[in-house]
């Protein structure tokens, strides 16, 4: 029988892979990407829905980002058959991004991943900080982008 307790783990999992440094499109990580982006909305929060693979607000649905992480969901299909579940037995699953002051700290943020399953059972991993590597650039120009 499948524990759920080998559940807690995806949550982490996802968001380190995400920010993972094999994950690198045109001048920076996927954590320049979203870092750039939200200062340049000048954001404070932003979430990611992972099982659609879309961004909140609208305007960070930009081609590097949803290229990474249209990948997350298959991440958590392996974890669950590797554990025993079947693919659709967790039904949500969202990564939410809080980005402090820039005056205070200008590279860090921090991701709040959590699934929510058929059962209404929440798993999460707390609190994982992440950081913009590199220099600074617009992630909303073209030249970027393509």
């Known amino acids: 029988m499948p524990k759920r307790k080998n559940?807690?783990?995806i949550p982490h999992n996802i968001t380190k892979s995400f920010f993972g440094t094999e994950r690198y499109y045109k001048g920076g990580y996927m954590g320049d990407w979203l870092l750039n982006a939200a200062k340049?909305?000048?954001?404070?929060?932003v979430?990611?829905?992972?099982m659609k693979a879309i961004f909140s607000p609208e305007k960070l649905n930009i081609r590097p980002l949803i290229l990474n992480a249209v990948e997350l969901k298959e991440i958590i299909y392996k974890e669950l058959t590797a554990n025993g579940f079947h693919k659709d037995f967790i039904k949500e699953a969202v990564?939410?991004?809080?980005?402090?002051?820039?005056?205070?700290?200008?590279?860090?943020f921090y991701c709040f991943p959590y699934l929510i399953?058929?059962?209404?059972?929440?798993?999460?991993?707390?609190?994982?900080?992440?950081e913009g590597l590199e220099a600074e650039f617009d992630p909303f120009e073209e030249s970027n982008i393509n």
Do not use: C, W
């Not at 979430?47 to 992972?50: E, F, G, N, P, R």
């Open 7 to 9: 559940l807690k783990g």
């Open 40 to 45: 340049h909305l000048h954001l404070a929060e």
């Open 47 to 50: 979430s990611l829905d992972v």
């Open 95 to 108: 990564i939410d991004f809080q980005f402090p002051d820039p005056k205070i700290n200008n590279t860090r």
């Open 117 to 130: 399953d058929t059962d209404g059972n929440r798993y999460e991993s707390g609190r994982i900080m992440e």
